[in-house]
């Protein structure tokens, strides 16, 4: 009876302690997703700091969201835009820490060589084509292009121009952001006599996007978890050798590990017709 009392014991401990770890595990993960919520919300509110601090004429608007008939989910969310007197500045904004390795022609960027994300110039080159939907055509070419990463970040790009003030595409970390569009501002007020937009036509396009603009939580949140699946994708780094969209990595192993596939990968739809 001790022999069997004493092995149910350890059965009870052995159990206990893989419950145990599993819930550290878990906390450790709901922790990390806690940092990274924070360290996004000081990022944003670090900007929102900056862009505040213009001059009254200007107009700033965060975290807006329009409709995008050429995007996946059918909307573009834009984390800043600032509306001046010589330029309206269309800014994403990136919340990571490591090496950043991309170039203007490159599709996929990386940070640290591993975590794989949209190059986000192209990311926003769609909220840029939605934005020029909703406003006239005489304001498309005022259009910049702005990508803010943190401090935390050191950048490896194949491209200079990026980082030149002439470009309409400006790379910039956020503690510069302030000081580039500034920058900005000062070679179009030398290159054009009067001023793009008047106090007016800011105004205007500031109503015009900010009543364009979905505050509905529930399309919000579908937009979000779109997104989230979009980015799983692209870290998987594999595609349907038919379709060339890009798949998950479940997808990926269930292919490579189904003899019938051949070793080639194929999306949901076409697996069906294999």
Not at 7 to 20: C, Q
Not at 81 to 88: E, H, K, N, R, V
Request: net charge positive.
């Amino acid at each position: 009876m001790k022999i069997l009392e004493k092995l149910f014991k350890k059965k009870e401990t052995h159990s206990s302690k893989k419950i145990n770890q599993k819930q550290k595990k878990s906390s450790n993960i709901k922790n990390v997703d806690k940092v990274a919520v924070r360290k996004g919300e000081i990022g944003e509110y670090k900007i929102n700091i900056q862009l505040d601090q213009f001059p009254k004429e200007y107009k700033h608007l965060e975290d807006i969201m329009i409709e995008n008939k050429r995007g996946k989910t059918g909307y573009s969310q834009i984390d800043h835009i600032l509306i001046t007197p010589y330029g309206l500045f269309v800014i994403e904004t990136k919340n990571y820490e490591g090496t950043v390795y991309g170039g203007k022609d490159r599709k996929i960027w990386s940070v640290n060589g591993k975590f794989k994300m949209m190059n986000p110039f192209k990311q926003n080159y769609g909220h840029i084509m939605a934005l020029k939907s909703l406003i006239e055509d005489k304001y498309h070419s005022y259009l910049i292009s702005m990508v803010s990463f943190t401090k935390r970040c050191t950048f490896k790009i194949d491209d200079t121009e990026l980082r030149k003030i002439d470009s309409n595409e400006l790379l910039v970390y956020d503690i510069e952001l302030s000081d580039y569009i500034n920058r900005k501002v000062n070679v179009n007020k030398l290159q054009y006599k009067e001023s793009l937009l008047t106090d007016n036509e800011i105004q205007r396009i500031y109503e015009q996007i900010k009543e364009a603009n979905i505050t509905d939580p529930v399309t919000r949140k579908q937009h979000i978890e779109s997104l989230k699946e979009d980015r799983t994708n692209v870290e998987a780094g594999a595609k349907c050798k038919i379709c060339d969209k890009s798949v998950s990595a479940k997808v990926k192993a269930y292919c490579l590990s189904n003899k019938k596939f051949k070793g080639e990968i194929y999306c949901y739809e076409h697996q069906k017709n294999m």
